[in-house]
């Protein structure tokens, strides 16, 4: 079974800083990628950030320039560092994997962790 904690999320001021992280478990020897969603109330879940596997980023345009998402040394964890954050950047953060699996790609999803934003 596959398993992701998020942790890092809290409530912080327009302009500050947070650093989410994603911890893998379970049967993830084959990853194709890793990334980060969100969903603020009344939307849907949004992608924020994307990392394959072979290093390639994919980012938001809201979020472009202001978070970095990257690989632990261990591969079985992502951050994602946000800098500069917004009121709008408010929004449950769910990690995701895509792993390789004999039938095809499986995607899982982590519980997600809060982040507020206040202005």
């Known amino acids: 079974q596959v398993q992701l904690v998020e942790s890092g999320g809290g409530l912080v001021q327009a302009g500050g800083s947070l650093r989410l992280s994603c911890a893998a478990s379970g049967s993830i020897e084959r990853i194709n990628a890793m990334g980060w969603y969100r969903q603020a109330p009344g939307k849907q879940r949004d992608m924020v950030a994307i990392?394959?596997?072979?290093?390639?980023?994919n980012y938001a345009d809201s979020v472009k320039d202001r978070f970095t998402i990257s690989r632990g040394n261990a591969k079985d964890t992502v951050y994602l560092q946000m800098d500069s954050l917004k009121p709008e950047d408010t929004a449950v953060y769910y990690c995701?994997?895509?792993?390789?699996?004999?039938?095809?790609?499986?995607?899982?999803w982590g519980q997600g962790t809060q982040v507020t934003v206040s202005s």
């Open positions: 995701k994997i895509d792993l390789y699996r004999s039938f095809g790609i499986v995607t899982y």
């Open positions: 990392t394959s596997s072979g290093g390639t980023t």
